[in-house]
């Protein structure tokens, strides 16, 4: 079955880096794209950007470019998320989700909760 | 870059009653739409794609339709676990942006 397995909870002071790992099993990886959603706490959904397991294109979102980048590795399967220079409103449940060519995120891992405090 | 707006931003209504929640594009995005459900302190999961597809193993109560601008989610019998916050987004080219979501509680 498709699994989407992310690394734990986090705790980072303000202009520290976190990065974000997403362990896919259940599917061919290369065959899919990654896409990063995070929820701040009460808040909705954002969509941070994407990375294809294909060939490592990416897409960010405008707010968070220069302080994201998203990679992968093919020979575990894992996509990573690494977010630079933290203040406290990148306080959020991370989410990665599976995103195949023209169609939405479908399965989406468990989340990982960063929180940025001093 | 493409806003989506939904409205309205949370709804109160009666187990069985029908619910209907709206998403509108800034710029025409055709059926390039999805729903998903996202019930208190869990993962968001995918109700609805191509803005009228229901994703295998969703309950038949649920409903999309639209194209273009103008997409709708429509709940026939309200259910007490449809409590739940409900997201569109829009996946036709980046960035996929995801509308501010519809809080639907039970009176």
């Known amino acids: 079955q498709v699994q989407l397995v992310q690394s734990g909870a986090d705790v980072k002071k303000p202009g520290a880096s976190v990065k974000v790992s997403c362990k896919a099993s259940?599917?061919?990886?290369?065959?899919?794209?990654i896409s990063w959603v995070r929820q701040a706490p009460g808040q909705g959904l954002e969509w941070m950007g994407w990375?294809?397991?294909?060939?490592?294109?990416?897409k960010y979102a405008q707010r968070l470019q220069g302080r994201v980048t998203m990679t992968t590795d093919t020979s575990t399967s894992t996509a990573y998320m690494e977010l630079r220079s933290l203040v406290s409103d990148d306080t959020a449940v991370y989410y990665c989700?599976?995103?195949?060519?023209?169609?939405?995120?479908?399965?989406w891992g468990q989340g990982t909760l960063v929180t940025v405090s001093s | 870059d493409i806003q989506m707006t939904q409205s309205p931003s949370s709804l109160s209504a009666y187990v069985g009653d029908r619910v209907t929640m709206t998403c509108r594009a800034s710029?025409?995005?055709?059926?390039?739409l999805a729903w998903y459900q996202q019930k208190p302190g869990k993962v968001p999961k995918l109700l609805i794609y191509?803005?009228?597809t229901l994703q295998s193993g969703v309950p038949s109560r649920f409903s999309g339709s639209g194209s273009g601008t103008d997409f709708t989610l429509t709940i026939s019998s309200l259910q007490p676990e449809d409590v739940a916050s409900y997201y569109c987004?829009?996946?036709?080219?980046?960035?996929?942006?995801f509308g501010g979501g519809t809080k639907v509680e039970i009176k």
């Open positions: 191509a803005a009228s």
């Open positions: 987004q829009k996946y036709n080219s980046a960035p996929l942006t």
């Open positions: 990375i294809s397991a294909y060939n490592g294109d990416t």
């Open positions: 259940g599917f061919t990886f290369t065959s899919y794209g």
């Open positions: 989700a599976r995103k195949a060519t023209g169609q939405p995120p479908d399965y």
């Open positions: 710029q025409g995005i055709s059926n390039y």
